[in-house]
Antibody
Framework: EEQLVQSGAEVKKPGESLKISCKAF????????IGWVRQMPGRRPEWMGI????????RYSPSFQGQVSISADKSINTAYLQWSSLKASDTATYYC????????????????????????WGKGTTVIVSS | DIVMTQSPDSLAVSLGERATINCKSS????????????LAWYQQKPGQPPKLLIS???TRESGVPDRFSGSGSGTDFTLTINALQAEDVAVYYC?????????FGQGTKLEIK
């Protein structure tokens, strides 16, 4: 079964660092874009950014660029979302999600990658930042 | 960013009746590279992650009941739920993946009348 298993809830203080994880099972992890989505209580989901584990190509939403760091370790099928200095406004549930996508190839080389909708989701990691 | 606007914000429908949720994008999400509409619909129940229902505006995900259907073109899209069941109570979101950042509508809360 294809699934994404996220790390557990966190309670942190402002200014602290944090790295949460998302481990993939049941599919070829390097071959799919995997993204992170923030959802504050009662609000719409917000797409934060995405990584292609095969080559670590990473893209960020302008709203989150410089605020978080996305990484992946394809040897252990795991993606990460990291903060260097948390703020109270980072309090939210964070989901990882696999994106369906496609590639444009030229002579056997990927020259462009596209990512689309999110078809497999983790259960979410709740992060509470409070003094 | 492409702005996605849903209507209504909330909706109460009787069991067995039809629910219709609308979504409007601030620009076309029809991509010329593949001539496909880059729009998805998700269902989210309390305490759960969003669940993909429909991609490419009208392609139902495997395992999704056929009472769920998507339609639309250009900038106006509709999610229709026929013969509403109690388990359909949820918040429904549209999302564009035409261009990053992939943005969601504000959600429509569906309840039983």
């Amino acid at each position: 079964e294809e699934q994404l298993v996220q790390s557990g809830a966190e309670v942190k203080k402002p200014g602290e660092s944090l790295k949460i994880s998302c481990k993939a099972f049941g599919y070829s992890f390097p071959d799919y874009w995997i993204g992170w989505v923030r959802q504050m209580p009662g609000r719409r989901p917000e797409w934060m950014g995405i990584i292609y584990p095969a080559d670590s190509d990473t893209r960020y939403s302008p709203s989150f660029q410089g605020q978080v760091s996305i990484s992946a370790d394809k040897s252990i099928n795991t993606a990460y979302l990291q903060w260097s200095s948390l703020k109270a406004s980072d309090t939210a549930t964070y989901y990882c999600a696999r994106h369906q996508g496609s590639h444009t190839m030229f002579r056997g080389v990927v020259i462009n990658s596209y990512y689309y909708y999110m078809d497999v989701w983790g259960k979410g990691t709740t992060v509470i930042v409070s003094s | 960013d492409i702005v996605m606007t849903q209507s209504p914000d909330s909706l109460a429908v009787s069991l067995g009746e039809r629910a219709t949720i609308n979504c409007k994008s601030s620009q076309s999400v029809l991509h010329s590279s593949n001539n496909r509409i880059h729009l998805a619909w998700y269902q989210q129940k309390p305490g759960q992650p969003p669940k993909l229902l429909i991609s490419w505006a009208s392609t139902r995900e495997s395992g999704v009941p056929d009472r769920f259907s998507g339609s639309g073109s250009g900038t106006d899209f509709t999610l229709t739920i026929n013969a509403l069941q109690a388990e359909d109570v949820a918040v429904y979101y549209c999302q564009q993946y035409y261009t990053p950042p992939n943005t969601f509508g504000q959600g429509t809360k569906l309840e039983i009348k």
